[in-house]
């Protein structure tokens, strides 16, 4: 099941342009947000989507 949500991940970090998603802890991936290259509500809609995934 990991590898499923590994490859999910990997795919919307694709499409969506977005560096690759490394995170050893939910700490990780509620700060990944502030690590992309990405304006203030792309921001806003990736924090979301990780929270919501989570």
């Given at each position: 099941?990991?590898?499923?949500?590994?490859?999910?991940?990997?795919?919307f970090c694709g499409w969506a342009?977005?560096?690759?998603?490394?995170?050893?802890?939910?700490?990780?991936?509620?700060?990944?947000?502030?690590?992309?290259?990405?304006?203030?509500?792309?921001?806003?809609?990736?924090?979301?989507?990780?929270?919501?995934?989570?």
């Amino acid at each position: 099941m990991f590898l499923f949500y590994h490859r999910v991940w990997a795919l919307f970090c694709g499409w969506a342009r977005l560096p690759p998603l490394f995170a050893f802890s939910f700490r990780d991936l509620a700060e990944f947000h502030r690590v992309c290259n990405l304006n203030k509500e792309e921001k806003m809609v990736v924090k979301c989507l990780i929270i919501i995934g989570s």
